[in-house]
Nanobody
Framework: QVQLVESGGGLVQPGGSLRLSCAAS????????MGWYRQAPGKQRELVAD???????NYADSVKGRFTISRDNAKNTVYLQMNNLKLEDTAVYYC????????????WGQGTQVTVST
């Protein structure tokens, strides 16, 4: 099973930026869809952004225009560039892989904590 490890989180002020990385243990070239999700305390895990094999991207309305998802197949890594961060972006961020369905193909990992605070 392909393992995914998230990194890049941290503490940032509102309006700041972070870049999250999702490193895979194997090739991601043939993975149909990879997505970033987040979960804040007391809330459900929600889709933030995803990207399919052919490069088409999708974003939650709450992050559209601020976040950018990308994939580097040569490095087996998916990124989430987060700009103009807001307090409500505070959450643990996770990545996962998907086929044509909606069920994740890997176990949820540890995630990476993003804290936006003054």
């Amino acid at each position: 099973q392909v393992q995914l490890v998230e990194s890049g989180g941290g503490l940032v002020q509102p309006g700041g930026s972070l870049r999250l990385s999702c490193a895979a243990s194997g090739s991601i070239f043939s993975i149909y869809r990879m997505g970033w999700y987040r979960q804040a305390p007391g809330k459900q895990r929600e889709l933030v952004a995803d990207i399919i094999r052919y490069g088409i991207t999708n974003y939650a309305d709450s992050v559209k225009g601020r976040f950018t998802i990308s994939r580097d197949n040569a490095k087996n890594t998916v990124y989430l560039q987060m700009n103009n961060l807001k307090l409500e972006d505070t959450a643990v961020y996770y990545c996962n892989q998907f086929g044509l369905g909606t069920l994740p193909l890997s176990s949820w990992g540890q995630g990476t904590q993003v804290t936006v605070s003054t």
